[in-house]
């Protein structure tokens, strides 16, 4: 086992943490604000990928494909908020858990008729194709340099916006006071609708980015969103650093483990027993390490009391 | 020479910046009736907070019966002999008002790890919850929905309820909160009936209520003890005058 | 005797009537469809236990029906068929992993509380995939029935159709039993207002965790049931979907009630049967009736029965 390996799994690692860290950011956006749980985002993340498929091959542009991609997410987003989710807000989170699961059973079904149930074949530009050489010896993909560097920059960029901004100060007053914020003339209901978009457009990029490295398929959503629950429970909710750090951590000890939890056994009890229990432990390992967590900090790693 | 059941000692608690609780000392003897005023805002929350065990103060003890339970939770206390009633109305909604104080009682006879035989039918729990409900003036209303309750009788189910864990020490946030004038009247008489009976801590505005019947009474301002004496001395006291009373003597 | 038990009543004579009704119509599809209707009931009935009437959101109790699963299976895999054994083992498997799971999880309140849940069942789930010696993602199949020495013979589609009848009505009467108990009192009481419990002087944690273990140790057993019917145990027993429907079916038949389960149970499976009959693509239809009945239905089928409706 040679460090260029070990470097080349931390980035896959960085890179899985970056997709999720756009979900989780998503998530507890809206449900720090909005007080809404909302398990439907797995789908928005499927349909960002689908429709940027979809896009890239309508207009032979995958830049093209990628903006259309976004921007058709975005809608969706704001239509199943409009349409679906409003009525949501005042419920009890059981409702919203059980309404939001309707709706996954919706889109990933609506997928199948659209795109059948097989996976989509996504083809990458030759200038996304290639490698780069980040160390001697180390040849690493530049699709997911890039989706790394994504991924790092919209974080900063929400960081921005949410610390430095205005609106990003009204997103905050609103998830501790809404009432206040709607008495001061602001207009709580177009500030969710956005606020959802921005959720939705999150996840549709995380789904575009992610769509040639993994599978683009009906039900891609839900396996992604479980494991930012994870993320989630482990950084604490409502506090967009917590999902950073969450993110990093789960991505990185899920490819990492998944890498080298069996050789690493083998050393330690016999490579049979190693061969059996591998790749279930690794499997299983950022569940335990959710677990690990919960045990010591039940409110998570940096849960937010009122906004950051 | 009454020993003092409950005894705080330099209690300090600072949410961020706002100090909430600023080293406060507080005394209450076995049997008195103990009434603690103060203007909005003074801190009263916090400090009842402390006292019953939800929130941990940042600095100081609290003794309760000998022993100290600054560390103790809230159960805990509870079942040291400690009742609360809350300040907004905090009862089982949907339970009968016999079923809400036949679960106070039930807190305090045995261990509830029983499975199979209907509590309902238990007279070791119903027995005890109709005479507290009948103490207090609810006996009609024993099997009528909580939620159905009158807002005066609710306040009246919330006393019961403490009652009912035969405590040793009664914490009650406002008791009259909410009620006319009738009913406020019928409570501080029902409550006088338990004076010398039962340790009273009362957290009350009604200043009537108050001097009728506090024995001692602290008054809380900015998170401090301003002043704590008998009626007649704490009404005499220019700061307590000027803090708090100003406007209602 | 009230209107209600007359329902609840004609309701039993009517599940002890399908049997014989359907051999008489030459339709013996129907003793399993309803077979398996009562297998998701005593699921549902379990998770109302904690759902219903302890307000604790589990969205990860398909994970159970797997233990209690894969329990039978592995045991029957190395050729101990012992049926007693079996389920003994199957209810104490998955009331030990409640234990586990519960122990972390109960701490927690909420919206970390769905999530934990449904995480811990996913763990679950990839334990199951990874799991080559017993089919991994395959599964693998029951070749030998759960044996009861003579007493009953599982095999026999119409005996052990009874055999879950019975053991339905034990369940959904022993949960009732245990909701007015002093131990479901407090557990109902912690759901009602937990800041007044604890001020009374019960610690909640306990109660639930409990609760908790009770609820999976039933749900095990709804799961050795299942691997039983199906004669095949894989892995999407513990599907996270799995878990949503049975927390629906809950739901539709009314939280907090004795005969909402089986009710949801049959509302929920009828509806997925005859819609699947009619095209391929039911869930497109499912999923939004499924949002509208969590928008507009909210008391569940059991608000339906006449009489009271509340327990204890």
Redesign the interface.
């Known amino acids: 086992m040679n460090l260029i390996l070990v470097f080349e799994q931390l980035l896959n690692g960085v890179q899985l943490g970056v997709t999720l860290f756009l979900m989780a950011a998503g998530l507890t956006l809206v ?1 720090g604000i909005m007080n809404l ?1 909302n398990l439907a985002h797995g789908s928005l993340y499927m349909v960002g990928a689908y429709l940027t498929v979809a896009a890239v091959q309508w207009t032979g542009s995958y830049l093209a494909g990628v903006a259309l991609g976004l921007a058709g997410t975005l809608v969706v987003g704001m239509l199943v908020e409009v349409i ?1 989710l409003r ?2 807000y005042e419920r009890d ?3 919203q ?3 939001t ?10 997928i ?2 659209i795109w059948g149930r097989s996976a989509l074949y996504t083809s990458l530009p030759a200038w996304l194709q290639g490698h780069l050489e980040l160390l001697p010896g180390s040849i690493y993909p530049l699709y997911r340099a890039v989706v790394i560097g994504v991924g790092l920059a919209v974080g900063a960029l929400l960081w921005y916006v949410v610390t430095r901004t205005r609106l990003g100060m009204l997103i905050r007053a609103g998830a501790s006071n809404r009432q206040m914020v709607a008495a001061l003339g602001i207009n709580i209901r177009l500030l969710y609708t956005l606020v959802f978009g921005c959720g939705a457009a999150l996840a549709g990029l995380a789904g575009l980015m992610a769509g040639p490295i993994y599978a683009v398929q009906p039900g891609m959503g ?1 396996l992604i969103l ?1 494991q930012v ?2 993320v ?2 482990i950084g604490g ?1 409502g506090s967009i650093r917590g999902a950073l750090v969450g993110s990093l951590i789960v991505g990185v000890v899920d490819t990492l483990g998944r890498a080298f939890l069996k050789p690493v056994l083998g050393h330690v009890i016999s490579p049979t027993a190693a061969e ?1 229990a591998g ?2 432990l690794a ?2 390992l950022i ?2 390490l ?2 690990a967590v ?2 010591l900090r ?2 998570g790693l940096f849960p937010a009391r009122s906004g950051r | 020479m009454a020993e003092a059941i409950l005894a705080a000692e330099k209690l300090r608690k600072a949410f961020g910046a706002l100090l909430a609780t600023d080293g406060v000392d507080l005394e209450v003897a076995e049997g008195e009736t103990h009434a603690i005023i103060g203007p909005n805002g003074a801190g009263k929350t916090t400090l009842i907070g402390q006292l019953a065990g939800n929130l941990r103060p940042d600095e100081g003890r609290i003794r309760f019966a000998g022993e100290d339970v600054t560390r103790l939770s809230a159960p805990q206390r509870a079942r040291k002999g400690f009742a609360r009633s809350f300040q907004i109305t905090s009862i089982y909604r949907d339970f009968t008002a016999l079923d809400n104080v036949s679960l106070a009682v039930q807190a305090h006879a045995g261990h509830s790890f029983r499975f199979w035989r209907p509590a309902r039918e238990e007279p070791a729990l119903r027995d005890p919850a109709r005479a507290v409900l009948e103490e207090v003036g609810l006996g009609g209303r024993a099997d009528t929905l909580a939620a159905n309750l009158a807002h005066g009788e609710q306040r009246q189910l919330e006393v019961a309820m403490a009652l009912a864990t035969r405590p040793r020490l009664l914490l009650l946030d406002e008791p009259v909160a909410g009620m006319g004038l009738e009913e406020s009247q019928r409570m501080v008489q029902f409550l006088s009936g338990l004076k010398g009976r039962r340790t009273l801590i009362l957290v009350e505005h009604d200043m009537d209520a108050v001097f009728t019947l506090a024995d001692r009474i602290s008054v809380l301002v900015y998170g401090r003890i301003i002043a704590s004496g008998t009626p007649a001395e704490v009404r005499a006291n220019p700061d307590v005058r000027r803090a708090y009373l100003g406007e209602e003597a | 005797m009230s209107a209600r038990t007359l329902v609840l009543a004609a309701g039993v004579l009517l599940l002890l009537a399908v049997p014989p009704l359907a051999q008489l119509i030459g339709q013996p599809y129907y003793i399993d469809l309803v077979r398996r209707v009562m297998v998701f009931a005593i699921a549902a009935a379990s998770l109302n236990l904690i759902l219903g009437y302890g307000g604790l959101v589990s969205f990860g109790h398909a994970a159970y029906l797997g233990v209690g699963g894969y329990a039978v299976g592995i045991l029957a895999f190395y050729g101990h068929h012992n049926g007693w054994l079996q389920w003994a083992v199957a209810i104490a498997a998955s009331a030990l992993v409640a234990l586990v799971i519960g122990s972390i999880s109960v701490r927690t309140r909420g919206i970390y509380f769905i999530m934990i849940t449904l995480a811990f069942a996913q763990m679950l789930y990839f334990l199951g995939i990874s799991l080559e010696e017993f089919g991994g993602d395959d599964g693998m199949r029951l070749k030998v029935k759960s044996q009861f020495s003579g007493l009953v013979d599982l095999d026999n589609p119409v005996a052990f159709y009874y055999v879950v009848l019975v053991l339905l009505l034990a369940v959904i009467t022993f949960v009732h039993r245990l909701v007015n108990s002093r131990f479901g009192r407090v557990l109902r009481a912690a759901k009602s207002n937990e800041a007044r419990s604890r001020a009374i002087g019960y610690s909640p944690y306990p109660y639930q965790l409990v609760a908790f273990v009770i609820s999976g140790a039933l749900c095990g057993l709804a799961g050795a049931l299942l691997a039983n019917h199906t004669a095949y145990i894989t892995p999407a027993f513990m599907d996270w979907t799995r878990s949503g429907e049975i927390m629906f079916m809950v739901i539709l038949g009314g939280i907090g009630t004795a005969a909402g389960p089986a009710l949801g149970a049959f509302a929920l499976l009828l509806v997925e049967d005859v819609l699947s009959g009619w095209t391929e693509h039911w869930q497109v239809i499912l999923g939004p009736l499924l949002v509208l009945s969590v928008l507009f239905f909210k008391r569940g089928l059991a608000g339906l029965l006449p009489g009271e409706k509340r327990d204890g």
């Open positions: 449900f749980v679906a009525t949501l989170h059981l409702d858990v059980l309404a699961f309707g709706l996954i059973l919706f889109f990933n079904e609506a199948v008729l839900e479980i629950f994870v989630i429970v909710i059996a790749p279930a499997s299983m569940y335990l959710m677990a919960l045990a039940p409110e």
